[in-house]
């Protein structure tokens, strides 16, 4: 895996978390903040920590914004410092910036002035939360994006026989990538491959398929 070179700015509790983990996964982190108490919290567990108001562009031109492969502004409460830091890093020039939105709003304006991706964690994790409370049968989800994702779900009375008689592919649109049995993964299963109770499916789908599917399973 390539090492890629991050900038964090803000951290709190979320971008503490982002840069730590990209750090420990053997990237080059640095992460900023406008409160020395965060910056000292952070100093020894990422590559460079500064105390920097990222809403100053001047000041968040020293970092060599352009030179970053990812720039995550994660500052959170305070929307108007979050957009300016998103503004001022897409004019200096970085390439991919991930932006932390509080609400709805906030979430259309920072991708109206070019932010690349824009994540809401509480509320995608909230999302996240219900669906598994309402269809336990799905035990897990990889979010790809907005329009993508891959689910694992778990045999039940809805969910047996041959993958050629569930056809899953033209009923609900979602495509089989791997089945798993009693831990043993079989990649890419054959129409005949038969599932079992407590057999999992890996599936790939747009949302929207995988939520008529989860509705189908959950009845």
């Known amino acids: 895996m390539k090492s890629k070179q991050c900038l ?9 978390a982002v840069a730590t983990t990209l750090y420990e996964m053997g990237h080059e982190v640095v992460a900023v903040d406008h409160h020395e108490e965060n910056v000292e919290r952070v100093m020894n567990l990422v590559t460079h920590a500064a105390i920097l108001d990222a809403s100053d562009e001047r000041a968040l031109r020293t970092l ?34 991930v932006c932390k939105a509080v609400d709805e709003m ?23 939360l219900a669906r598994q409370i309402a269809t ?9 994006g907005s329009d993508y994702a891959v689910v694992e779900i778990e045999a039940n009375e809805r969910l047996k026989g ?50 008529e599917l989860r509705r189908y399973l959950g009845e």
Do not use: C, W
């Open 106 to 128: 906030a979430r259309r304006v920072l991708e109206r002035i070019g932010a690349d991706l824009v994540i809401r964690p509480e509320h995608d994790m909230g999302v996240r």
């Open 162 to 211: 041959t993958l050629r008689d569930l056809n899953l592919t033209g009923r609900f649109g979602v495509q089989v990538i791997a089945m798993s049995r009693a831990g043993k993964i079989e990649v890419t299963p054959g129409a005949e491959d038969e599932l079992r109770p407590h057999d999992k499916l890996v599936l790939i789908g747009t949302t929207h398929a995988l939520d």
């Open 136 to 144: 336990p049968n799905i035990v897990d989800t990889l979010d790809l």
């Open 8 to 16: 964090v700015i803000g951290l709190g509790r979320f971008g503490t």
């Open 64 to 97: 060599g914004v352009a030179d970053f492969d990812v720039v995550v502004v994660a500052i959170g409460t305070d929307v108007q410092a979050n957009i300016l830091a998103t503004m001022n890093a897409k004019s200096l020039g970085a390439p991919y910036v």
